[in-house]
């Protein structure tokens, strides 16, 4: 196997790609400040409802929104939904929790879920290796004050989770308009006091996972 290549968008959004097959997940428009997923994709998962500017999904995609079991190309994907009323609107936004089991990796997609909300799925997600986390806080879409773990309450996750990789998302990078914190304190709760620097992408390979310990791998946005 070649391994999957995971690539970030910044936000929630990132790439998967494995074989002849290619997942976008938590896709955005172009009202935050960074360039949207670009290229082709077979299936597009949507965490939220719309959360991050108008989101765009590419034409021709299978398109996963919410909870359910679902089979593409032998890709098995998990949605667990749940609710969040955000602060300074009555709108109650859908967030959903995703895990990808592809070559016979786990990945699991946290979305802007809280520490309540994991706990009540931990046994249902099982055992995880690779964890895509919210790391920089609250920030305000409008009106709305979109509520999300930070640094603290994102380390504490991934200790109860146990990944064996870690990868932060939803933080401050160069063109974001929203004022979310930046990914240094999440890497100083985890210990990581000098890590490698953000690399373009990542390919990964189950044999290659790490034994001992999480590795928490911060991505530079595409």
Not at 39 to 50: N, R, Y
Not at 55 to 66: A, C, H, Y
Not at 196 to 216: A, H, M, S, W, Y
């Amino acid at each position: 196997m070649r391994g999957m290549q995971i690539t970030w968008y910044g936000q929630a959004c990132f790439k998967v790609s494995s074989g002849d097959i290619t997942f976008v997940i938590s896709p955005f428009g172009k009202g935050i400040g960074l360039n949207p997923p670009r290229g082709k994709a077979d299936v597009v998962l949507l965490s939220g409802d719309g959360n991050d500017g108008d989101m765009t999904t590419p034409e021709g995609s299978v398109v996963i929104s919410g909870e359910g079991e679902y089979e593409v190309k032998g890709v098995l994907i998990n949605g667990f939904s749940f609710f969040h009323a955000h602060e300074g609107t009555k709108a109650v936004r859908k967030s959903t929790i995703y895990t990808i089991v592809m070559e016979g990796v786990t990945l699991c997609h946290l979305d802007n879920a809280t520490p309540k909300q994991v706990d009540a799925i931990l046994e249902k997600i099982g055992e995880i290796d690779v964890l895509m986390v919210p790391v920089g806080g609250t920030h305000r879409i409008g009106k709305e004050e979109i509520h999300m773990l930070d640094a603290e309450a994102a380390a504490s996750l991934v200790g109860k989770i146990e990944p064996r990789i870690v990868i932060p998302m939803h933080y401050k990078v160069p063109g974001l308009t929203l004022a979310l914190g930046s990914v240094e304190p999440f890497l100083k709760a985890m210990g990581v006091l000098h890590g490698d620097g953000p690399v373009d992408k990542i390919t990964i390979k189950k044999k290659d996972l790490p034994q001992e310990e999480t590795k928490v791998m911060v991505l530079s946005v595409a």
